[in-house]
């Protein structure tokens, strides 16, 4: 069975960066696309960033596209998420999420998804 753990989360000034890291366990991480979301107060999860299980396509949603990348390393089963130029609108819990094994391309609606790590809270704040 999938687990998805995140970590690294924190508190950062604005402007500053900071990198979550998302370990992958209980599969081979090769056969999964993987996303990032976030949670702030609200209805919404709102998908962040997603790469393929190729890692030949990234996409990103539009308010944080030129600011964060997403980038895996399947050798050490591990997906990050780098965020530069932080905001306080930013600030949220973290997600780290995977869908159905094989399943083909990149998405950032959260309903193509099956698995979900536990998250890590994010806040932008001088």
């Known amino acids: 069975q999938v687990q998805l753990v995140e970590s690294w989360g924190g508190l950062v000034q604005p402007g500053g960066s900071l990198t979550l890291s998302c370990a992958f366990s209980?599969?081979?991480?090769?056969?999964?696309?993987l996303g990032w979301f976030r949670h702030a107060p609200g209805p919404v999860r709102e998908g962040v960033a997603c790469?393929?299980?190729?890692?030949?396509?990234?996409d990103y949603g539009p308010s944080v596209k030129g600011r964060f990348t997403i980038s895996r390393d399947n050798g050490k089963n591990t997906v990050f998420l780098q965020m530069n130029n932080l905001k306080p609108e930013d600030s949220a819990v973290y997600y780290c999420?995977?869908?159905?094994?094989?399943?083909?391309?990149?998405?950032?609606?959260?309903?193509?998804?099956?698995?979900w790590g536990q998250g890590a809270q994010v806040t932008v704040s001088s």
């Open positions: 999420a995977a869908p159905p094994p094989f399943k083909l391309g990149c998405f950032l609606n959260a309903d193509d998804y099956n698995t």
């Open positions: 209980g599969s081979t991480l090769p056969a999964y696309a």
């Open positions: 790469v393929t299980n190729t890692n030949f396509w990234r």
